[in-house]
């Protein structure tokens, strides 16, 4: 499970932005053991559709409340996601955990929002959403990187009797993930497909 420090930051952050209007949803490591796949992380990543709330609201909520951007400008650019990293130092804790805020702008960030589910992490005493198992495969699946590819197949291999097949394989489908989906496929399950 995540350090005590990754967990006071989560919390820290999450109830801050419950007192703005946005919808929000825990996606990364973090979520990750809520989908059977348990791996150490060091950083808070929240998905967040701020609706007609503008950028500045939200940076001013979080600033009032210790965090700071990490960046100037703020939002950084990824291509298929637009990102706002911040940094929190909890109280005696003597270090910064890094917290990125994925932006709810496309069409697939908006009905990953929309199937978010009721959650609560150990260790953690508030009430949270996280992602759908199927939304935190898809993100994984766009992030490209080496850690993504590996917790996209360990999420296949973990919970590929519970997945909604039809909901992956359409957005997969949309977001031209066809040879990273073929590919988690085969390193959760060699010589089969994951369907």
């Known amino acids: 499970m995540a350090g005590k420090i990754v967990l006071t930051a989560l919390s820290h952050v999450w109830q801050t932005l419950e007192s703005v209007p946005c919808q929000l949803a825990l996606t990364g490591g973090l979520a990750l053991s809520l ?3 348990v791996r150490s ?3 808070v990543d929240l998905l967040v ?3 007609p709330l503008e950028i500045g609201k ?8 210790g965090v700071r951007t990490k960046h100037i400008p703020p939002v950084i650019d990824l291509g298929s996601v637009r990102v706002v990293q911040f940094l929190y ?3 005696d804790a003597f270090m910064d ?3 990125d805020l994925l932006l709810a702008e496309s069409e697939f960030h908006r009905s990953a929002l929309a199937r978010r589910v009721p959650s609560r992490l150990a260790d953690l005493d508030i009430d949270l959403f996280t992602l759908s198992c199927e939304d935190i495969l898809v993100l994984k699946l766009t992030a490209g990187r080496i850690i993504d590819r590996a917790d996209a197949a360990a999420l296949l ?5 519970t997945l909604d097949m039809a ?4 957005w997969v489908s949309r977001l031209s993930l066809a040879d990273e989906w073929a590919e988690i496929g085969q390193e959760a399950f060699p010589g089969e497909a994951p369907g």
């Open 58 to 65: 939200l940076l001013e909520s979080l600033r009032a409340a």
């Open 89 to 91: 130092e909890p109280r």
């Open 157 to 161: 291999r973990l919970n590929r009797s």
């Open 97 to 99: 955990v890094q917290v």
């Open 35 to 37: 989908w059977k796949h």
């Open 167 to 170: 909901y992956l394989t359409d």
């Open 49 to 51: 559709d701020l609706g």
């Open 41 to 43: 992380t060091r950083d």
